[in-house]
Nanobody
C-alpha cells in the first residue's frame, strides 16, 4: 500500500512563505492528477492546487498568483510553494494522488497543519 507523507507545515506570520512537500513511499504508475487540498476549521475540504500528468496546473481563485504546485517524478514528490500567506490560508493541508491502473486509485496523506497569524 502506497503511503503519502506530507511535511513543511507550521506557524508563519501573514506575508510569509512555506513550502509543503508530499513524498510517496513508492512509485505510482499511471498518475492522473496530483493535488493539494485544504480543510479549515469547521469547513469542508477544498481543492487548492492541482497538477495533471501532462503538467497543466489549476489553482483555486484564492491561491492564484501566490501558490505554485510542482512535482519531482524522480523523487515521487509533489510540492506546494505558498507565498504571501494570509490568515485565511490556515488549515490542514492534504496531498492527493489519483491514478488509474485497471481501477481508480485515490491516495491521501495524513495532513500537515498550516497556521498563518495576523
Amino acid at each position: 500500500q502506497v503511503q503519502l507523507v506530507e511535511s513543511g507545515g507550521g506557524l508563519v506570520q501573514a506575508g510569509g512563505s512555506l513550502r509543503l512537500s508530499c513524498a510517496a513511499s513508492a512509485t505510482i504508475a499511471n498518475i492522473n492528477t496530483l493535488g493539494w487540498y485544504r480543510q479549515a476549521p469547521g469547513k469542508q475540504r477544498e481543492l487548492v492546487a492541482l497538477i495533471f500528468s501532462g503538467g497543466t496546473t489549476n489553482y483555486a481563485d484564492s491561491a492564484k498568483g501566490r501558490f505554485t504546485i510542482s512535482r519531482d517524478s524522480a523523487k515521487n514528490t509533489v510540492y506546494l510553494q505558498m507565498n504571501s500567506l494570509k490568515p485565511e490560508d490556515t488549515g490542514v493541508y492534504y496531498c492527493n494522488i489519483k491514478a488509474f491502473i485497471w481501477r481508480a486509485y485515490d491516495y491521501w496523506g495524513q495532513g500537515t497543519q498550516v497556521t498563518v497569524s495576523s
